[in-house]
């Protein structure tokens, strides 16, 4: 999101803003990001990077600056282990770790179970307790809501529910779920504008589970030296984004199919008087920042694999027994879920391109390695037997004989890695990556079908035309007289 600003010329100090993977903290991001960028600031929203920990490692780990965050999940999820009770607890506690925390912003967004109106009323449903009473309901709650100890572990000793029947899924999906009346009850967070929009009945915490959990920001202690203008202009939320405005804007993104941006944009407008923001990023524009950072994904990641599986693949045919060791490995790496995978990686790389990049050339190996030793083991040994009596030195027969006649193998084996890296691809956007990921799982936050295929189709169609490539690239690489047919 970008604003008018008399000092937005580009000079000033980068601020790197993230974002969980929910439309309310891609919002309360973009009301920072207007703030610094009006104040003279260079940001970059790290936008929609997963869940609690990953923003909090990031933090940590310094890429990046400042993210929203709120009181409940900091004392229930990340320093649940140091019984931090107050303020002063609170401020010792990110200390400690060269962090600090804004004043409240405004509005809480606790944690509640909710159901549909019919049917609570149907079954004489008002309070959480009126759940033990209906074993057969059906349960679907997101997988931190299941994980934290202040969530479903909590509900389910206070009240002592069953939950035999309980689903983990993505919250926006929840929501689906709930009104096709797969689901029967799901976890809610308190300024979801979809409570007021499917009339959904928001049970009673009766035996008070739920803990307040108001918005705020974390940050680094060290931006008020690097940054303090843009910090002091982002910290002029505090207090300012009240429960009925916050619950407004997150209806006229998930609602009313409206830009995150241009709906901070607004408010910022409304509540600060700053200079409306420019006009929402084309299509077209949004298209081509997405396919060159998915070519670039793509294309260092299998750029490196080919050259490590290649010479890989020839030391697997020339030693067998230490080649069924290096495919044994590669082949494990493959076992592991990309996901996983490329949280793995966040450590040791950060978040953005270069995990997810050191991931997909992981992804990569096993198809070239194992494409590269089978071409060249089933060359025929008359083949190889001409060359050495013709005096080629081991590397001589490697370049101008074995590696030309099993080049369309080794092609195949490139092509299979390049279809499975632009797909997997698409999961680089959970961390930072971009790429054609961003659009889908935007659409899947926003039940937005259309936004979806501004990912998927062009994934595809990217897949199709690189599978095209390389079926040419097989016609014209392998050497001549493998092309001809011979003559009738």
């Known amino acids: 999101m970008a604003f008018v600003a008399a000092s937005s010329s580009g000079a000033g100090e980068e601020i790197r803003i993230g974002s969980k993977k929910f439309t309310e903290s891609v919002i309360l991001a973009d009301l920072a990001a207007g703030l610094s960028t009006a104040a003279g600031a260079r940001v970059s929203h790290r936008q929609e990077l997963g869940g609690t920990r990953l923003l909090w490692d ?31 607890a609170f401020g010792r506690a990110l200390a400690k770790r060269g962090l600090r925390m804004s004043r409240p912003l405004g509005f809480s967004n606790a944690y509640a179970l909710g159901m549909r109106a019919q049917l609570a009323d149907r079954l004489g449903i008002r309070r959480i307790s009126d759940l033990a009473r209906h074993s057969s309901l059906r349960f679907g709650f997101s997988d931190e809501f299941l994980g934290r100890e202040d969530g479903w572990p909590a509900v389910r000793a206070a009240y002592g529910l069953d939950g035999s029947d309980v689903r983990g899924l993505d919250h926006d999906v929840s929501y689906r779920g709930l009104v ?118 793509t294309a260092l990641s299998l750029g490196a694999a080919i050259a490590v599986a290649l010479p890989l693949g020839v030391v697997a045919a020339r030693r067998p027994a ?58 025929a040994p008359s083949i190889r037997n001409s060359a050495i009596a013709l005096g080629l030195t081991p590397m001589r027969r490697l370049a101008i004989i074995e590696l030309p006649i099993a080049s369309p193998v080794i092609i195949a084996g490139v092509k299979t890695a390049a279809v499975i890296n632009v797909g997997t691809a698409t999961l680089g956007a959970l961390i930072g990556a971009g790429g054609y990921g961003q659009p889908i799982f935007a659409g899947i936050r926003l039940d937005d079908f259309g936004l979806i295929l501004e990912g998927a189709a062009p994934a595809a169609a ?25 003559s009738e």
């Open 58 to 88: 990031a933090l940590l780990a310094r890429e990046i600056d400042i993210y929203p965050e709120y009181t409940g999940t900091l004392t229930g999820e990340i320093l649940a282990s140091e019984r931090v009770v107050d303020d002063e």
């Open 180 to 297: 096709e009346g797969s689901i029967d009850v799901i976890d809610l967070y308190a300024t979801d504008a979809e409570i007021i929009f499917y009339g959904l009945r928001v049970l009673e915490d009766d035996r008070d589970v739920f803990r307040e959990n108001k918005a705020i920001f974390l940050y680094r202690d060290d931006l008020a030296q690097r940054a303090p203008e843009a910090l002091s202009a982002i910290l002029r939320l505090e207090g300012r984004v009240d429960q009925q405005s916050i619950v407004a804007m997150n209806r006229a993104v998930k609602i009313d199919r409206r830009m995150e941006a241009a709906v901070a944009g607004q408010f910022l407008a409304a509540k600060f008087g700053l200079a409306n923001p420019e006009a929402a990023e084309k299509p077209a524009g949004r298209f081509f920042q997405r396919t060159v950072e998915h070519l670039r994904l």
């Open 322 to 379: 230490l080649g069924q060791a290096i495919l044994a490995v590669a082949g494990i790496i493959q076992t592991i879920p990309s996901l996983a995978l490329l949280v793995f990686m966040m450590p040791i790389l950060g978040i953005g391109a270069r995990p997810a990049i050191v991931a997909l050339f992981l992804y990569s190996l096993l198809p070239i390695i194992r494409n590269t030793a089978s071409g060249l083991e089933n060359i």
């Open 462 to 486: 990217l897949a199709l035309l690189v599978q095209g490539l390389f079926a040419l690239a097989e016609l014209f690489l392998a050497p001549r007289g493998l092309r001809l047919k011979p």
